[in-house]
């Protein structure tokens, strides 16, 4: 299948989940990747939990009406990428985000998405970074074969305040983890201070792709001030084989001040770049 374009229903917070999607589809981007946070103004992965199909039946009436297809299902279990982690200490906590999986899982494969987006879990100070990382690969070979068994792919995002916040630790996460991908976004490697070259050998573990422009003091910039060539990174992402979706993930929230740049523009800007680039 020819790689497609997908942008982020959270890129426009300010909306309704609906509206989010017919904006999208105004910005003429084919498919749509599912924001799900607790607490966020979309889709609430609490609801999804309580009735897979009911929310599965509200993606789709929206898919359907802007026109779009689902590309990747991108959740949280809690509030922000701290509360209810896939690499939470507490057994219990960790069999109720297993539960609310299953429901998500359910959910994604019901609005007819190519995978699901995980968090790769966060350091907690009582465990230190190697053990955080290493309760993470544990978890993780709990939640790759339930997506499997539903046909979905599954991926994990490494970000910034993360156990993955290195391109080195990325590669060892999803190598210790079979069947795991990469959700693989240079954002947050150049943000954290790793030049693009470092994050190159991560394009053969891209299930997904996130682009957007970013530089050594933002992880998100403007088309101006972002250092990211994404005239040689796009070409590496299909010469590496890859064969999924490139996610248009421009978004509007306080965290690293990701308010700053126009969303709209920035979008159609790089929107207009990769679809030159994968023609």
Not at 28 to 46: L, N, V
Not at 104 to 122: E, F, K, M, Q
């Given at each position: 299948?020819?790689?497609?374009?997908?942008?982020?229903?959270?890129?426009?917070?300010?909306?309704?989940?609906?509206?989010?999607?017919?904006?999208?589809?105004?910005?003429?981007?084919?498919?749509?990747?599912?924001g799900a946070h607790e607490g966020a103004?979309?889709?609430?992965?609490?609801?999804?939990?309580?009735?897979?199909?009911?929310?599965?039946?509200?993606?789709?009436?929206?898919?359907?009406?802007?026109?779009?297809?689902?590309?990747?299902?991108?959740?949280?279990?809690?509030?922000?990428?701290?509360?209810?982690?896939?690499?939470v200490p507490d057994p219990a906590t960790?069999?109720?985000?297993?539960?609310?999986?299953?429901?998500?899982?359910?959910?994604?494969?019901?609005?007819?998405?190519?995978?699901?987006?995980?968090?790769?879990?966060?350091?907690?100070?009582?465990?230190?970074?190697?053990?955080?990382?290493?309760?993470?690969?544990?978890?993780?070979?709990?939640?790759?074969?339930?997506?499997?068994?539903?046909?979905?792919?599954?991926?994990?995002?490494?970000?910034?305040?993360?156990?993955?916040?290195?391109?080195?630790?990325?590669?060892?996460?999803?190598?210790?983890?079979?069947?795991?991908?990469?959700?693989?976004?240079?954002?947050?490697?150049?943000?954290?201070?790793?030049?693009?070259?470092?994050?190159?050998?991560?394009?053969?573990?891209?299930?997904?792709?996130?682009?957007?422009?970013?530089?050594?003091?933002?992880?998100?910039?403007?088309?101006?001030?972002?250092?990211?060539?994404?005239?040689?990174?796009?070409?590496?992402?299909?010469?590496?084989?890859?064969?999924?979706?490139?996610?248009?993930?421009?978004?509007?929230?306080?965290?690293?001040?990701?308010?700053?740049?126009?969303?709209?523009?920035?979008?159609?800007?790089l929107r207009d770049q990769v679809r030159?680039?994968?023609?």
């Amino acid at each position: 299948m020819p790689i497609a374009l997908t942008c982020t229903s959270f890129s426009f917070p300010l909306l309704s989940f609906e509206a989010s999607l017919r904006a999208i589809a105004l910005l003429e981007i084919p498919r749509f990747d599912i924001g799900a946070h607790e607490g966020a103004t979309h889709i609430q992965p609490s609801e999804v939990e309580a009735s897979p199909g009911a929310v599965g039946d509200r993606i789709r009436r929206a898919a359907d009406d802007a026109r779009l297809t689902a590309s990747d299902f991108f959740p949280t279990f809690g509030h922000g990428f701290r509360d209810r982690p896939v690499n939470v200490p507490d057994p219990a906590t960790h069999t109720a985000n297993l539960r609310r999986f299953r429901a998500i899982v359910a959910c994604a494969r019901y609005v007819g998405a190519a995978g699901i987006t995980l968090l790769p879990g966060v350091i907690w100070d009582e465990l230190g970074s190697e053990r955080s990382f290493a309760l993470s690969v544990v978890r993780l070979r709990e939640f790759v074969p339930i997506a499997h068994d539903a046909d979905l792919r599954l991926s994990i995002e490494a970000h910034l305040e993360s156990v993955a916040e290195s391109p080195g630790s990325a590669a060892e996460l999803i190598a210790a983890v079979p069947g795991l991908h990469l959700t693989l976004d240079y954002s947050h490697f150049v943000a954290g201070g790793h030049a693009a070259e470092s994050v190159h050998p991560l394009l053969t573990g891209a299930g997904h792709f996130h682009a957007r422009q970013a530089n050594a003091s933002a992880l998100q910039a403007g088309r101006h001030d972002g250092t990211l060539d994404f005239d040689d990174i796009i070409p590496r992402l299909v010469r590496a084989g890859y064969s999924g979706d490139i996610c248009i993930e421009y978004t509007y929230q306080d965290w690293r001040e990701c308010w700053r740049q126009d969303v709209v523009s920035e979008s159609i800007l790089l929107r207009d770049q990769v679809r030159r680039l994968i023609a």
